[in-house]
């Protein structure tokens, strides 16, 4: 047993008012649906298109918006769940760190973990924080880092913060100096 | 006060303030301070039974709770008492001595809350009053709504004359309030409180349900529905049968008959007095078993539930 | 309550620290029997009848003037190892009046607590403050109410808030933790921080730690032990420090081991709040050298037995891995194969030498 996030495949859930769903791609793996269900279940959908054209409508207006970047769609998300009233249920799917910011923003509106749904997909990647300098490594997809901050050799514990949205970093060779595992890539 | 398990308190003063309702104070006997208390916690008086032998345990909420100046109830005459309400409003005078249980909270303001929403019915202000006297200290939005019958409706406005304001509303017989309007008008983020006759809780409960609300923002106090058909309870390993009677609960059947049991809330909420069920079908009033616990029926808890069968045997 | 301060003592740099008999006697010993696994091990604390240090609320011992000296020390160097959430500012002002409450009555002799109204006196000697304040008024203490009384507290101290069938840890001190992090934990609920703990979560130590902790009320607190190994009386074994002390690990010989491995025991309490109904955990640890340990004959016997035997998930997450085959080989000599009796109770009035 780890604190590790798991992820179930998405599904609306049963009693809501409104769904919106949160994506950081286009390209949703047919994984991150439960059986029997898509893409289609979801009324309202928010995607990342990655680039400076699209123009998207964040309050009332249905089914599919596209958003210049993640960060230009969690911003406008934190206004529209500052507009909304209870009943809404909403789900994103994407990187880890992608889906744990929409939760943050969501759990700052008052949302509870019964009123979100989370599914981490694509190649691993991890936020990890530097326990000993505060230093946040971003886009580490290795079972070790260096500390951009302090240059400690890092080792991921299995400790996960949702708040933070971080994982815990520990220096991998403070007891015994150049004592480093050998470097593996992170598996899903 | 740190390891008192009872507080033996004296009446301060007893005023009824209603037909039917009672305002009481109460004090530390010996003038020390009483522990301080949350708004929405409740303590439990031991009272002289009907029949003046058998104490009755009633719990209370606190409307107001100070170390200092003591503890402020407000008692309903119940209909059918089992002589706890009707103690208070006949008999109870101000130097009356009664032990009580240290407070205890069920029934917490949510601290993530964007919002409050308290919607009481009648009695069922008490804990709400006590809300909205933190909530105001606070400064956390909120809105009250109190349901009261036609001819008490004077009787909250004047309850709640020193707590009023824009967010504090009166309405005469639940017809008169659109709860689904209401409901379905609440930010994301609100909470919602609700005390009062069971049929109302039920009622605000399945309406937040209907419009989506998940079930960690809607929160009830109930401390259980007393009374129903008498059955038989045989408890196996002390290979006795007591006859519970219609207007008295498992639980005091149980200490009646001379069994020390374990037990906290008496209002089916903290799981302390949990038996386990070897034979028949108990009827379950609690809020601590799961849905699947109860489908086992392996255990019941003694201080709310009942049992659908003519006997019930437990296994103590 | 004769108990001697001993000022001097500390915690880093040049270690001078030691027991005394009578501490080496009251030491909280963790195991009660000859082998170790995780298990749901909460009882109710301050239970009339207890001794020691399950007596009071909140022990105060020979190291409390020393301790505190240390623990200020951290919190210059890092103040955020002090951390409060805001929504939790009742339970900060629920703290200062229990451990207030708790310290005048079990220690009248040192602590004071006077009370008008809102307004109060409080009389720390060993420490040498006297403050009145006006309770519920922030700006009247010279710290944020928690923290101001933590500081006068031996050991740590979380706040956890009650909400959606879980606890939250909301804010604390971590001053002189066993490898763990409030900046990193806060926020998180019982299971996610309890995370990394091998084992008990196969067992559901944790659901039912959990339901217990939730019912724990006003008045009857609980509490636990738990224990880990220290190399040095080295207090602040943060994470955030791990490569200030990790190097120890690595430096004990049969020679030094003695003297220079510590029995870490954190006495564990849970007290209901009453204003704020959140939950406040003490984490109170004890330091004892095998050296020290081992003058009870019973425990030098119990310790080998032990870590002799205790499960490698456990060694590895508690750190014990690098020297214990060390450490297995040196209890050897305190253990003759005679049983044990049951319990953590020394089986000796005296100390041998």
């Known amino acids: 047993m780890t604190n ?31 059986p029997g269900h898509g893409l289609t279940d979801f009324p309202e959908r928010w995607t990342v298109a990655g680039h400076a054209l699209v123009m998207p409508q964040p309050f009332g207006a249905p089914s599919e918006q596209r958003f210049r970047s993640a960060s230009h769609l969690l911003a406008l998300l934190r206004h529209r769940l500052a507009a909304e009233t209870m009943g809404l249920r909403i789900y994103a799917v994407g990187s880890e760190p992608f889906v744990w910011d929409v939760a943050k923003i969501a759990r700052e509106a008052g949302m509870g973990r019964e009123e979100m749904r ?27 880092v260096t500390c951009a901050g302090c240059g400690a050799v890092l080792t991921v514990r299995d400790h996960f913060s949702r708040v933070h949205n971080t994982w815990m970093g520990v220096q991998c060779d403070a007891e015994a100096p150049g004592e480093v595992p050998p470097v593996e890539d992170l598996c899903a | 006060m740190m390891d008192n398990h009872t507080l033996t308190l004296v009446v301060a ?140 409706i004077g009787v909250f406005a004047a309850l709640l004359a020193p ?37 109302l809780m039920d009622h605000v ?112 | ?141 010279p710290h944020p109410p928690f923290e101001y009384i933590v500081r006068q507290a031996q050991g740590d101290f979380t706040l956890q808030d009650q909400r959606d069938g879980t606890l939250y840890i909301d804010g604390g001190v971590a001053t002189v933790p066993a490898d763990w992090s409030l900046a990193f934990d806060v926020g998180m609920t019982f299971h996610e921080w309890h995370g990394p703990v091998p084992l008990a979560h196969q067992a559901g130590v944790f659901d039912r730690a959990l339901q217990y902790l939730m019912r724990v009320r006003y008045g009857h607190p609980a509490r636990r032990l738990n224990w880990t190994m220290t190399i040095n009386p080295r207090l602040d074994t943060s994470p955030e420090n791990y490569p200030l002390w990790g190097p120890d690990r690595a430096s004990l010989t049969a020679e030094t081991i003695g003297d220079r491995l510590f029995l870490r025991v954190e006495l564990q309490s849970f007290f209901r709040l009453p204003r704020s109904n959140a939950l406040l955990f003490g984490i109170r640890t004890y330091l004892a050298s095998l050296n020290e340990l081992t003058r009870v004959p019973k425990w030098g016997r119990r310790l080998h037995r032990v870590m002799r035997d205790l499960h490698p998930d456990i060694a590895e997450y508690k750190g014990l891995t690098r020297y214990r085959e060390l450490l297995v080989a040196y209890l050897a000599q305190f253990d003759d194969g005679a049983p044990t009796a049951p319990g953590i109770t020394p089986d000796c009035a005296a100390l041998s030498d």
């Open chain 3, 1 to 141: 309550m004769a108990t001697r301060f001993k000022p001097d003592e500390t915690f880093r740099d040049d270690f001078r620290y030691g027991n005394s008999e009578t501490a080496i006697l009251r030491f909280p010993f963790p195991f009660g029997e000859d082998a170790y696994m995780y298990g749901v091990n909460m009882e109710p604390h301050t239970r009339p009848g207890s001794a020691g240090v399950f007596a009071v609320g909140f022990d105060v011992d020979e190291h409390y003037v020393a301790e505190c000296a240390e623990r200020a020390k951290v919190l210059a160097l890092e103040p955020g190892r002090c951390l409060v959430l805001p929504h939790m500012r009742e339970a900060e002002w629920d703290t200062l009046e229990l451990i207030m409450e708790s310290l005048a009555a079990d220690y009248p002799d040192q602590f004071t607590l006077e009370r008008d109204g809102l307004d109060w006196t409080w009389t720390n000697r060993p420490l040498g403050i006297h403050h009145t304040f006006r309770f519920g008024d922030a700006t009247t203490l």
């Open chain 2, 13 to 152: 003063d007893a005023a009824l303030i209603a037909p039917g309702l009672r305002r009481v104070h109460l004090r530390a006997a010996d003038g020390a301070r009483l522990p301080p208390a949350a708004p929405g916690a409740h303590i439990t008086l031991s009272l002289p039974g009907a029949d003046g032998a058998r104490p009755l345990r009633n719990s209370y909420t606190l409307v107001s709770a100070d170390p200092e100046h003591g503890y402020e109830l407000i008692v309903r005459r119940a209909d059918r008492s089992r002589g706890g309400s009707r103690h208070i409003h006949e008999a109870l005078a101000p130097g009356d001595v009664i032990d009580a249980t240290v407070p205890h909270n069920l029934f917490a303001l949510h601290s993530q809350a964007k919002k409050h929403l308290l919607i009481g019915g009648g009695i069922g202000i008490t804990p709400l009053l006590a809300f909205v006297a933190r909530l105001r200290e606070t400064g956390a939005p909120f809105e009250l709504h109190q349901i009261a019958s036609a001819d008490e």
């Open chain 1, 4 to 34: 590790r996030p798991r992820y179930a495949p998405l599904s609306p859930f049963a009693q809501a008012r409104a769904h919106l769903l949160l994506c950081d791609g286009a390209a949703i793996p047919d994984d991150a649906f439960a």
């Open chain 2, 205 to 316: 409960e399945a309406a937040a349900a209907g419009l989506g609300w998940p079930s960690s923002h809607v929160h009830r106090e109930d401390f259980g529905a007393a009374g129903g058909e008498p059955f038989v309870l045989r408890l196996a390993a002390s290979d006795i049968e007591i006859a519970v009677a219609g207007d008295q609960t498992m639980l005091e059947a149980i200490e009646a008959a001379g069994i020390d049991t374990p037990s906290l809330c008496r209002g089916g909420a903290c799981g302390v007095c949990i038996l386990p069920v070897r034979q028949g079908e108990p009827e379950h009033r609690d809020h601590f078993l799961s849905e699947a616990e109860r489908a086992q029926g392996c255990h019941v808890m003694p201080c709310v539930s009942r049992s659908r069968s003519a006997l019930l045997v437990l296994d103590i």
């Open chain 2, 163 to 199: 707590r009023a304001g824009e967010q504090v509303h009166i309405h005469g017989g639940r017809t008169s309030l659109d709860l689904p309007a209401l409901l379905a008008a609440q930010p994301l983020g609100t909470h919602v409180y609700t005390c009062g006759p069971a049929g």
């Open chain 1, 118 to 144: 989370l599914f981490a997909c694509g190649a691993p990647e991890r936020r990890v924080a530097c326990v000993h300098c505060r230093t946040v490594n971003p886009g580490v997809t290795t079972t070790l």
